[in-house]
């Protein structure tokens, strides 16, 4: 993502754009009941799989920021620790804001 | 409906506060969510879509992780079934919501359980699973919050579109970084769960190790997956709705 518009060098027609849109709609739909079809078949949760499911929300989620701390330059492996540090204290919103702001800072100061 | 009828307006005062509590649960979350929609508009259209396209990938997906990978993924050529797999695999954490979730949809009924699953989305699975702690999940509370919340997407996103041209370096306000600090604060947010921090830190270094050996997306669904099979081995803690209250009250902020 270099601001290029890359999708106007016509390898992508308006018909193959509204395939994925339409394509990806139902797939996204379909691992949005999933796991209710999988639940009804399989009858009740054991309590195992209940604790697994619990995990779930962070496991995915630290999965999806981790990278930040091998991708990023240092201005952004610094905010991610100090955001990780402030949020347990701090309401999520101040987090998000506090981080950002960092990050915008560095890169007008040219780090 | 009869007024008279006591039930029924007993009824109607608990869909009220149903109501207001979904929307109360839900501000604050619209605050961090919209600008996301409005970045993912923006960059939609500086990659080339048109209005109605970035609108249509909202409107039929409205999961904005994926969307942005699409639109990434689209910008360099992929074909077509390496940008369904992506999207299936960054969306595949849903089959595990819906599961967990559906232990929870007693008071649904059948169409009503078709639109809470396709508006599913994680902010919304976060709350039910609050709400369904402390009491019972209402089919007022969830479809109100989600219903918000598809509509809000689909605005964010509008703006974003129409007015994304104007600006011209999003990186420089540092908005690719608004995405995974918000995941980051949503995650510390279940920190008191049994076994986070092991599962947390599972997740973080295999997440890593995927990135580095495999790249994006894998390191999303295979780190989940590492962790929340942590959390299996583990098994459940021992004082469940003790543990549960205690992520109601945390996540509930």
């Given at each position: 993502?270099?601001?290029?518009?890359?999708?106007?060098?016509?390898?992508?027609?308006?018909?193959?754009?509204?395939?994925?849109?339409?394509?990806?709609?139902?797939?996204?739909?379909?691992?949005?009941?999933?796991?209710?079809?999988?639940?009804?078949?399989?009858?009740?949760?054991?309590?195992?799989?209940?604790?697994?499911?619990?995990?779930?929300?962070?496991?995915?989620?630290?999965?999806?920021?981790?990278?930040?701390?091998?991708?990023?330059?240092?201005?952004?492996?610094?905010?991610?620790?100090?955001?990780?540090?402030?949020?347990?204290?701090?309401?999520?919103?101040?987090?998000?804001?506090?981080?950002?702001?960092?990050?915008?800072?560095?890169?007008?100061?040219?780090? | 409906?009869?007024?008279?009828?006591?039930?029924?307006?007993?009824?109607?005062?608990?869909?009220?506060?149903?109501?207001?509590?979904?929307?109360?649960?839900?501000?604050?979350?619209?605050?961090?969510?919209?600008?996301?929609?409005?970045?993912?508009?923006?960059?939609?259209?500086?990659?080339?879509?048109?209005?109605?396209?970035?609108?249509?990938?909202?409107?039929?997906?409205?999961?904005?992780?994926?969307?942005?990978?699409?639109?990434?993924?689209?910008?360099?050529?992929?074909?077509?079934?390496?940008?369904?797999?992506?999207?299936?695999?960054?969306?595949?954490?849903?089959v595990l919501y819906s599961a967990s979730l559906s232990r929870h949809l007693g008071a649904f009924s059948g169409p009503q359980k078709a639109l809470a699953f396709f508006l599913l989305v994680d902010p919304?699975?976060?709350?039910?699973?609050?709400?369904?702690?402390?009491?019972?999940?209402?089919?007022?509370?969830?479809?109100?919050?989600?219903?918000?919340?598809?509509?809000?997407?689909?605005?964010?996103?509008?703006?974003?579109?129409?007015?994304?041209?104007?600006?011209?370096?999003?990186?420089?306000?540092?908005?690719?970084?608004?995405?995974?600090?918000?995941?980051?604060?949503?995650?510390?947010?279940?920190?008191?769960?049994?076994?986070?921090?092991?599962?947390?830190?599972?997740?973080?270094?295999?997440?890593?190790?995927?990135?580095?050996?495999?790249?994006?997306?894998?390191?999303?669904?295979?780190?989940?997956?590492?962790?929340?099979?942590?959390?299996?081995?583990?098994?459940?803690?021992?004082?469940?709705?003790?543990?549960?209250?205690?992520?109601?009250?945390?996540?509930?902020?």
């Open positions: 993502m270099n601001g290029v518009p890359l999708l106007s060098d016509g390898v992508w027609s308006v018909g193959s754009i509204w395939l994925v849109i339409l394509a990806g709609g139902l797939l996204t739909y379909l691992t949005r009941f999933g796991g209710h079809i999988l639940i009804s078949f399989f009858g009740t949760i054991p309590p195992r799989a209940s604790a697994a499911l619990d995990a779930v929300p962070a496991a995915v989620m630290t999965a999806i920021v981790a990278p930040v701390l091998v991708s990023g330059g240092w201005p952004e492996r610094v905010a991610i620790v100090v955001c990780l540090i402030l949020s347990f204290r701090l309401p999520l919103i101040a987090v998000v804001v506090i981080g950002t702001a960092m990050v915008a800072g560095a890169r007008a100061l040219g780090l | 409906m009869n007024s008279a009828d006591g039930p029924s307006i007993a009824m109607t005062a608990d869909a009220a506060s149903e109501r207001r509590a979904a929307i109360q649960t839900l501000v604050p979350v619209l605050l961090a969510v919209l600008p996301f929609g409005v970045v993912y508009g923006a960059v939609a259209v500086q990659e080339g879509l048109t209005v109605a396209e970035a609108m249509g990938f909202s409107a039929g997906i409205f999961a904005g992780a994926s969307q942005l990978a699409a639109l990434q993924l689209m910008g360099i050529g992929a074909p077509v079934w390496s940008i369904l797999l992506t999207i299936f695999a960054l969306n595949f954490r849903h919304l699975f976060g709350a039910a699973e609050v709400r369904a702690s402390s009491r019972r999940l209402t089919p007022t509370f969830y479809l109100t919050y989600g219903v918000l919340m598809y509509g809000s997407w689909l605005l964010a996103t509008l703006a974003g579109a129409s007015f994304g041209r104007l600006i011209e370096d999003p990186k420089a306000f540092g908005l690719d970084f608004v995405l995974p600090v918000y995941f980051l604060g949503l995650v510390m947010g279940f920190r008191h769960r049994g076994a986070f921090y092991p599962v947390a830190a599972t997740s973080l270094i295999v997440s890593v190790v995927v990135y580095w050996l495999a790249g994006p997306p894998w390191h999303v669904s295979i780190g989940g997956l590492a962790g929340i099979a942590v959390a299996a081995v583990i098994g459940p803690p021992k004082r469940v709705s003790e543990a549960s209250r205690d992520t109601a009250a945390e996540t509930g902020s």
